[in-house]
């Protein structure tokens, strides 16, 4: 899955703890880096050549906004951190084999969030544009041969004939 592989690319860019956002479960402990994938909509469907048994893949470009948010002591730089990481070039090839591509990065924002209406702890939020492409394959069938009949007219007269196309394959 998608999300999964954009985890680990982002885990791969840090030395933090790197968990889903909006999961039920214990809490991590301090600091740690939350990821929410919200995907936009995609590029139009593309269509490869159809191969020689009647099976096509079609694939469509998609453009991700993730949402990385990190919580306690040194989140802001965590994050500014995580940022420039994300665009050198180990995490790019990283990124190239995952299918990934991250084309933005936004400013890191430091807002704290207030936890038992009475203390506040260190947040720092990041959002970033990743491209990634999906892709399929159909079995479309493939027509052989095309059998025909043309008839011309040529000043009152009518010719007519046959024909056959067959694909070179």
């Keep these: 899955m998608i999300e999964d592989e954009i985890r680990a690319l982002i885990a791969k860019a840090t030395?933090?703890?790197?968990?889903?956002?909006?999961?039920?479960?214990p809490r991590p402990k301090l600091p740690y880096i939350?990821?929410?994938?919200?995907t936009a909509p995609r590029a139009p469907l593309?269509?490869?050549?159809?191969?020689?048994?009647?099976?096509?893949?079609?694939?469509?470009?998609?453009?991700?906004?993730?949402e990385l948010q990190c919580?306690?002591?040194?989140?802001?730089?965590?994050?500014d951190d995580l940022s420039q990481r994300l665009k050198g070039p180990y995490m790019v090839a990283a990124g190239y084999a995952a299918n990934i591509a991250v084309y933005a990065t936004d400013s890191v924002q430091n807002i704290p969030v207030l936890?038992?209406?009475?203390?506040?702890?260190?947040?720092a939020v990041l959002d970033i544009g990743i491209r990634y492409t999906k892709q399929h394959?159909?079995?479309?069938?493939?027509i052989k041969t095309v059998q025909g009949e043309m008839t011309l007219q040529?000043?009152?007269?009518?010719?007519?004939?046959?024909?056959?196309?067959?694909?070179?394959?």
């Design 15 to 25: 030395t933090l703890q790197v968990i889903f956002a909006n999961q039920n479960g």
């Design 46 to 66: 593309l269509e490869a050549d159809l191969s020689d048994d009647g099976n096509q893949t079609y694939a469509a470009h998609r453009d991700a906004t993730v």
């Design 154 to 169: 040529d000043h009152g007269t009518d010719l007519v004939d046959t024909f056959d196309a067959t694909s070179a394959t």
């Design 71 to 79: 919580f306690g002591d040194g989140s802001f730089d965590a994050l």
């Design 137 to 142: 394959d159909e079995e479309v069938g493939l």
């Design 115 to 123: 936890r038992d209406g009475a203390k506040y702890e260190p947040r």
């Design 34 to 38: 939350t990821v929410r994938v919200d």
